[in-house]
DNA sequence: CCCCTGTCCGTACGCTGTACGGTGCAGCGT
DNA sequence: ACGCTGCACCGTACAGCGTACGGACAGGGG
């Protein structure tokens, strides 16, 4: 059987889902077409079908190749907030690399068996700390929604444009029907977004998980 | 001049934001087509830029139509927490009517000056609960990612086969490689969505506010 | 009556994802 | 050395998208 050395001419798999990666990364995802990446690889659009039984076969295998490329290291020692912010903190670094991932994920789940290595630490974690899988679980997943949330709808990545249309909807604003809103336009535009503005709410989060936390590791204590 | 009593015949601008809207809410985002909009509405399909210069105008003011059904009454007691809590179970309640705002909100932040109108109540809260402006504006922010999250990545708008291909990913996922998660997989797939995963959250956020809060008042009644 | 203005829409263009079927080369049996 | 077979590649085609252009047609003012 002639198997495994086909690879020498030079397309396969791995090569197209990281082209493919690129792209989503440099230029969005509406700019990613069947036709663009065939072109960008020097090969026919028709045949990234030989590879992928569809545009979304395709995507999925980009987020396996972005998903592969984080790695925590399990072993970084301090107190359960400490460890879950380093986490998520990497979590975000890597989706400010690969901007395209929560918009993937926003329209279809993660399939990739791969992308649970995000998660794993964290729950780790808190079923370390004493919390019960479900709450674990329910725990985990508002971290899950904050990080995604903040690159989806925290601004990182908008026109100059869209932003003198925000500044300029809120300045025109009637002060008497939104009488708080109106008068922090500035105040507004530096929250949606930022390292800032994502360890704000992080912290905040992580406060509420220490509460709760604490609340475990005193009931075990008991027992 | 001929103003004002066009609509006679029909068409304008309100009905077609809100039979759009209904469209987006029904069959989803990716099925709201020019055409399909136009047949529904027995009109010729490039009638309807007479009224919207674009398709993405177009969606804006759908959005802007989803976002007039809101109101809210300011005037509920309670505690800075159950009034914060009220609303944005309120707001919560408004997207799962339109599911289809918080995947417009993902591309474009919104730019319908009334879409305002969900947070104003939220940051009047905050501001006259003592919350400085700045530190308002970012604690808001961070409700709003979660509700918004919730929405798009809490999958309450799962296909059956999704979620089985979900599950099925879990279970065979290696032991030894994700030994939290591939214990689990039920508490994973309950913790994906619902109003208890919701309320979890939410009051988890709530938590820190409310240390804040307190931190605030406790300033001011120093002064 | 005619013309003018404004609403409506048929047609067309360039784009998308993808089905189908052909082309050309690598490797093999003889 | 030769012909056959199988497979990687891709040219072409089709339905559907957003939208530009220009024609059809109705109603009111001269």
Redesign the interface.
Known sequence: MSKGNRTRTALGREEIARAALEMLDEEGVQALTMRRLADRLGAGTMTLYGYFRSKQELLDAAVGAAVEDFHWSPDTGGSLRDRLRAHQKAVREMLLVHPALP?L??H??????AA??L??PA??ML?DAGFP??????????L???V???M????DE?TAE?RR??KA??L??PDD?????A??PD??A???GGEV?FD??L???L???E??AARHSAASSHQ
């Not at 279809?108 to 068996?113: A, K, L």
């Open positions: 918009q994920r926003a279809q789940p993660m399939v990739q068996p649970f290595r998660s794993e729950m780790r079923l899988p479900e709450e674990a679980a329910r725990t985990f997943r508002v899950f929604v904050y995604l949330g903040s989806l709808f925290g601004p908008l869209q249309g925000i909807a809120l025109l604003l029907e939104f009488p708080a809103i008068r922090m105040e507004l530096a929250s949606m503005q704000y709410g912290d905040l989060i406060d509420g998980i509460a709760r």
